[in-house]
């Protein structure tokens, strides 16, 4: 099937992208990752040593970046400039690295981006050649904007990072992704299997997840269930559903030859 999932001039084979945080140890982190088959890993500069505290483990030889795909983010920032300067270090760390994802955060108890830092932080990080993946409410209009500033990605929550309530407003999504000509990433609220596969049937070219996973008794497993739950999702998607009726008016089967009917 010849259908790829391209961020910032990149083809990968899996539209599912994982966190690396809040796992008990990196072999955990290792393992689930694997397990989930993503190919790009977020991990969150503040909060994970890739090289930044020397002497002390590191992601780096956890999943090697010839492997993996880094995206540095920008969780645990409020402004920005907090966020603008976290992604250069990043860059620095990962040897001029190009792909991050920004997010700018409201507040530390709903971790609701604040838009309107998001859009100063996305226009100053694209001007100095970063590939933007940007995390954003799931307004239409901002969405919209986001791409115009020339963002590679917009990743609209489905609900409260970390909430774990699946998808509140399939309606705005399905807006956004009507408008969209960059790949649209669910990113934030997953809870299980099926949220991501709602996701992909909605449309979204991918989901981003982490605390799904690794808050799982068994992250490992719920990696994989996560794997199957987005192939199978853009699997539907690509195949067009059924349209939903109150009943079924007509048969699913063939009624002409049965015994006892008139042809």
Sequence with gaps: MNDPFVIGGKPYNSRL???TGKYKDFDETR???EASGAQIVTVAIRRTNIGQNAGEPSLLDALPPSKFTYLPNTAGCYTADDAVRT???ARELLDGHELVKLEVL?????????MMETLKAAETLVQEGFKVMVYCSDDPILAKRLEEIGCVAVMPLASLIGSGMGILNPWNLQLILENAKVPVIVDA???TA???AIAMELGCDGVLMNTAVAAAKNPVLMAQAMKKAVE???????AGRMPKKL?????????????GKAA
């Design 17 to 19: 992208l994982i966190g």
């Design 31 to 33: 393992r689930a990752v």
């Design 87 to 89: 992604l250069r270090l």
């Design 106 to 114: 409201g507040d530390p108890k709903s971790l609701f981006p604040n």
């Design 189 to 191: 609220g997953v809870g």
């Design 194 to 196: 099926s949220d991501a």
């Design 232 to 238: 199978a999702g853009r699997e539907a998607y690509l």
């Design 247 to 259: 009943y079924a008016a007509a048969p699913s089967s063939p009624t002409g030859g049965i015994i």
